[in-house]
């Protein structure tokens, strides 16, 4: 059983920056890609970025490429997602999610694994 938990979200203005931390628990942080996904209110959860557990790549979203960074520390179980530059439409609850593969697909649905309650994030203009 693996435990996610997120934090580090809260209410910015356009432009700012802000950087999620998700700490996991439980079985080894090194065996498992990890990513992260965002919910605006009546969407789909979508993807954001991710960092696979064997090569340690870095995969985002069209969205967010050179505005985010996603990092991992497998020695204090932590993955963090730095946001940059963010835009209103960045507003959303983001999620951790924990992936017992190497593959790292884009559809929230394949990472059936662990997620954590995730943290608001919200962007005025």
């Known amino acids: 059983q693996v435990q996610l938990v997120e934090s580090g979200g809260g209410l910015v203005q356009a432009g700012d920056s802000l950087r999620l931390s998700c700490v996991a628990s439980g079985r080894t942080f090194s065996s498992y890609s990890m990513g992260w996904f965002r919910q605006a209110p009546g969407k789909a959860r979508e993807f954001v970025a991710a960092r696979s557990r064997s090569s340690g790549s870095a995969y985002y979203a069209d969205s967010v490429k050179g505005r985010f960074t996603i990092f991992r520390d497998n020695a204090k179980n932590t993955v963090a997602l730095q946001m940059n530059s963010l835009k209103p439409e960045d507003t959303a609850v983001y999620y951790c999610?924990?992936?017992?593969?190497?593959?790292?697909?884009?559809?929230?649905?394949?990472?059936?694994?662990?997620w954590g309650q995730g943290t608001q994030v919200t962007v005025s203009s």
């Open positions: 999610a924990a992936r017992e593969r190497s593959t790292i697909p884009t559809d929230a649905g394949a990472w059936n694994d662990y």
